[in-house]
């Protein structure tokens, strides 16, 4: 799976990537978004030891699907492990973060409208 993000990054149908605002370590690429905003996607690359710090989001159900990698994340309270292939769901006005592992992360993030 991975393989296929990249050859689109190299091949531009995704864009470049781009250092996160706020999240040094992080980079953005490749957002899509249904024409009516009820979703959108990012592709997020965030670099060993680097890390999401603790945000919500108002209005929006997130979603991770990591791609490659590993990172220990805290959605809420709980804490979770994350590794390629797996999917979690940070609900609307939940915290949450997301710590990079040794090898760096790689994952979508798919945001529904409330």
Sequence with gaps: MTKYVFDFLERGILGEWRPHPSCPGVQLAGVTHEADDTWRTVLVKVDPGKSLLPHAHEGETEFHLVVSGSAAA?????????????????????????????????????????
Excluded: S, W
């Design 74 to 114: 805290r959605r809420g309270n709980e804490r979770l492990l994350y590794g390629p292939g797996e999917m979690h769901k940070i609900k609307c006005r939940q915290e949450h973060e997301v710590t990079a592992g040794d090898e760096g992360v790689v994952m979508v993030a798919l945001f529904l409208k409330e």
